[in-house]
């Protein structure tokens, strides 16, 4: 299965990269036209200058092109290589045409160390490096194809089953199942526990290893043996299929809490949590705990979406853009009928997962639970150049429903929990925060079940 990609995507993504990315020497394609490379450097300068989400000065743009050509001819082994400074001019097309004629310099001082395209990619890199925004950066096309592989997932062959360890055996249990994936349509189920993968034994076996088995060509087959309740089943024969990795996970936990687990805002975000919603809810969860820790964030659409499943009348994100132009989101009209909400933060829930954080404290859809979260208040577009590299640009500031700046910030959960040492994140009895929440939650069907008048004819009385 595979998705096209529109030519812009408005991301909220956390990803680091240094303040001065020098592109390496083997992520270059063959010999694009040297047309194109300064056409690349003309639509970087166009973007930096036009949709970065404060004024930029050219002089400075133009500075970070100069000092990271001069850096890549070193890194190239040039000694001591020289290059013009290049000095600013009035009109944007003299400015691109000034890094132009400073990468044909530099490629002529370089000889054949290095390549003119190589350096048309430091021009670009240094032109984004120049506002000093460590989101605001140059992908080469083996970055940008890594970004995409981080934010809509891969796919691979395999039987669709989520594996851990299980405690009590120390062979391999399932902890989660890909919807209507071959290991989910054979009958598995969560919580089974995987006593052998074709005829090996998983008693000590480690994750990784038992992934290999798992996986496979598609059309394959594996057996596998499974104990559930304590009972031994006949053997399963899994065929194996083209297995696309998921950013949402569910699973039922005691007392009909429903836990969601987002990885990652991705591109299939939105239906793959209508469709984990959809189970939950099928199966009787009476509440829900949503864990966005460790969950660097992704597309803003997503966020607006998965906000919009707990939100059902109410504003979700506000965004500045350059100028102090804001404009308002509000939910999508997709809310489930209200339960018992709990999410799960921490210092690594960022970008994408503090929008949908921001916007269910602050309307009241939910409880937050964890640590302060990482304060990444800024929205990035991307644009894909035509040889696979693209630019990434902040073009916004966004602001919780109540406008609260969180940019080097973050949010303060409701309850705050320290992460205990040696945590298992999702399981219960190793995850002190998910504890917290599901004492939380459990806490609250109490009280609803004590509010809840009984129906009459549950007395025993005639109505």
């Not at 490096?129 to 796919?155: C, I, M, Q, W």
């Not at 394959?220 to 899994?238: E, F, S």
């Not at 577009?381 to 990434?392: C, E, F, L």
Request: with cysteine; aromatic share 4%.
């Amino acid at each position: 299965m595979t998705f096209k990609r529109p030519f812009s995507l408005a991301l909220a993504a956390a990803l680091a990269f240094a303040c001065l990315h020098v592109p390496a020497s083997s992520a270059a394609p063959a010999s694009p036209s040297a047309s194109l490379d300064a056409e690349e450097v003309a639509v970087t300068y166009a973007h930096l200058t036009q949709d970065y989400y404060k004024k930029t000065d050219p002089q400075a743009i133009l500075n970070g092109a100069h000092d990271t050509l001069i850096l890549m001819m070193k890194h190239a082994g040039v000694k001591a290589p020289k290059l013009a400074p290049i000095r600013a001019a009035l009109d944007p097309q003299g400015n691109v045409s000034a890094v132009n004629r400073a990468v044909a310099a530099a490629s002529k001082e370089s000889g054949a160390k290095v390549s003119s395209h190589l350096l048309s990619y430091a021009a670009m890199a240094g032109m984004l490096n120049s506002v000093h925004d460590r989101y605001t950066v140059f992908l080469d096309p083996k970055e940008y194809a890594a970004l995409n592989t981080d934010l809509d997932g891969s796919d691979f062959g395999g039987t669709g089953i989520v594996i851990g360890t299980d405690d009590a055996t120390k062979m391999i249990s399932v902890t989660n199942l890909v919807p209507n994936g071959p290991a989910d349509t054979a009958g598995v189920k969560q919580d089974d526990i995987i006593v052998s993968i074709d005829g090996l034994s998983t008693k000590g076996l480690e994750i990784q290893k038992a992934s290999t088995h798992l996986r496979g060509k598609e059309g394959t087959q594996v057996v596998l043996v499974v104990q559930r309740d304590g009972k031994t089943l006949a053997p399963i024969t899994i065929t194996r299929a083209k297995i696309h990795q998921l950013s949402v996970y569910e699973r039922m936990l005691p007392n009909k809490i429903g836990y969601l687990q987002l990885s990652v805002f991705g591109s299939e975000t939105a239906t793959e949590i209508a469709t984990a919603l959809d189970r939950l809810q099928r199966d009787g969860a009476q509440a829900i705990i949503m864990d966005l820790r460790e969950n660097g964030g992704g597309y803003l659409t997503a966020a607006v979406a998965v906000s919009s499943k707990f939100i059902p009348n109410g504003p979700i994100v506000s965004v500045e853009q350059r100028g102090s132009q804001i404009v308002t989101t509000y939910d999508d009209g997709s809310a489930i009928s209200p339960l018992p909400l709990a999410v799960l933060v921490n210092g690594h829930t960022a970008s994408a997962s503090e929008i949908t954080s921001g916007a269910i404290q602050d309307d009241n859809a939910g409880t937050l639970i964890g640590t302060q979260t990482f304060g990444k208040g800024v929205v990035q577009n991307i644009w894909p150049m035509p040889d696979g590299s693209a630019v990434k640009v902040t073009i916004a500031r966004y602001l919780t429903p109540h406008n609260h700046d969180i940019n080097h910030k973050g949010i303060t959960p409701d309850i705050v929990v320290a992460e205990a040492p040696k945590s298992v994140l999702g399981d219960p009895k190793k995850d002190a925060q998910l504890q917290r929440a599901i004492d939380f939650i459990n806490g609250k069907l109490a009280k609803l079940s004590v509010n809840t008048p009984v129906p009459a004819a549950a007395t025993g009385t005639n109505p």
